[in-house]
């Protein structure tokens, strides 16, 4: 049977690399391969000692996978953005070429336009002369 | 008594002499007394579709403006200029077209440009000519824009035809047009849309134009390759008189004959 001479240290070492991975501290594991190969150390926290790396080498991975996997969302969100940008500025050229196809003008500027042309001596003379000239046809057979 | 049909475009470059052209063969065909003015003086266009080398007439319409000749004297029978695919003559019926030329050489455009001229000589010259043929339509082709001519242009016409692109720019223009059209209380207006690419709706495009104008819509008339090849050297009318061009030409002959 061991002592509890040798146990005592064991735990503590054990309880201080529980604390280090706790902390996300998965290099100060050291520790852990002194009780696994210390022959002084009881069978049983050996064991414990062993199942506990291994659990850490577990994490240890797993942590290292999520950390790709957050790495790779992190690229995907970036080219979604690029995209919706690159499509927002597509939409907005479609909509000028549509605007083209659109029966639109600025009534408006096209009322001011035709009051310039009609608010001149010529133009009315031509509008008297053009009714006259347009009943005078009439008026024939 | 003649109808006179003024072609107009607040814009150039709508094809307007090219469909004034075209009318007049369809009507022509249908064997009527047409005559044809180009009073485009700026761009004269329509002798090339009929085939005329303008470089061998002395008279025309810059002359008779400027005094030096009568109306009479410009006017030239160009029926045989309506050719067929076969280069043939297509008129053969009673039907006649007469052209009034503006002239070509850049120093006569130059001094009209210049100079102005009278604008009753023009509306002098129109009458004899209607009366002295006895025509029973008289096409105007018009110069592209609002002046006094073009006002004059359409002030006497009974009918207007007003040539567009489906494009925003002519929209506005269009409009303009109209208005000043309906002052001038031109009895029969119709808008004539040109150059719309064959991928478009041309019905759909037809009823929008015309809920927003609300003038009917005579034909909207298709940009085809086709059509581009031939450009200004013939009458799509007598060359391809399957296409939907033509088949369009004839529904807007069919609105003002």
Redesign the interface.
């Known amino acids: 049977m061991s002592s509890p001479d040798a146990m005592q240290p064991a735990i503590a070492s054990l309880a201080k690399t529980c604390e280090a991975i706790a902390n996300g501290r998965y290099d100060d594991v050291d520790g852990l391969f002194d009780i696994i190969t210390d022959k002084n150390v009881p069978e049983s926290i050996r064991a414990l000692a062993e199942t506990f790396s291994s659990m850490v080498v577990q994490v240890e991975a797993r942590e290292f996978h999520s950390g790709q996997l957050i790495e790779d969302l992190t690229e995907t969100r970036r080219k979604l953005e690029l995209a919706e940008a690159q499509l927002r500025k597509e939409n907005q050229e479609l909509k000028v070429r549509l605007?083209?196809?659109?029966?639109?003008?600025?009534?408006e500027?096209?009322?001011m336009?035709?009051e310039k042309?009609?608010d001149t001596d010529?133009?009315r003379t031509?509008?008297a002369?053009?009714?006259s000239?347009?009943s005078k046809?009439k008026k024939?057979p | 008594m003649t109808k006179i049909i003024s072609t107009h475009s607040y814009r150039g470059g709508t094809g307007k002499s090219n469909v004034t052209a075209n009318i007049a063969a369809s009507l022509a065909l249908r064997g009527h007394k047409v005559g044809i003015v180009d009073t485009d003086i700026q761009s004269p266009g329509i002798h090339t579709l009929f085939h005329v080398d303008l470089n061998t007439v002395t008279h025309t319409l810059n002359n008779y403006l400027w005094g030096y000749c009568g109306i009479k004297d410009t006017n030239l029978d160009i029926t045989d200029g309506v050719k067929g695919p076969d280069g043939e003559p297509s008129i053969t019926g009673p039907g006649k077209v007469f052209f009034i030329p503006s002239s070509i050489k850049t120093g006569d455009i130059a001094r009209i440009v210049k100079e102005m001229y009278d604008v009753e000589a023009l509306n002098r010259g129109f009458m004899e000519f209607c009366d002295t043929m006895e025509l029973d339509y008289l096409l105007i082709d018009t110069h592209p824009g609002v002046n006094e001519e073009t006002l004059l242009s359409i002030a006497i016409s009974d009918t207007l035809l007003l040539i567009l692109r489906p494009d925003i720019q002519d929209y506005q223009g269009t409009a303009v047009t109209l208005e000043l059209a309906r002052k001038l209380e031109v009895p029969q207006l119709f808008l004539v849309v040109n150059k719309a690419l064959e991928t478009f709706d041309f019905q759909d495009l037809s009823q929008r134009i015309f809920s927003n104008y609300r003038t009917p819509v005579a034909a909207v008339l298709p940009l085809s390759t086709d059509l581009i090849q031939i450009g200004s050297t013939g009458l799509i009318r007598t060359l391809h008189p399957d296409h939907a061009f033509t088949r369009s030409i004839e529904t807007i002959a069919d609105s003002i004959e």
Request: no cysteine; proline share 0%; net charge negative.
């Open positions: 605007d083209k196809f659109e029966v639109a003008y600025d009534e500027e096209a009322k336009e035709v042309v009609a010529y133009f031509l509008q002369r053009a009714k000239m347009r046809y024939q």
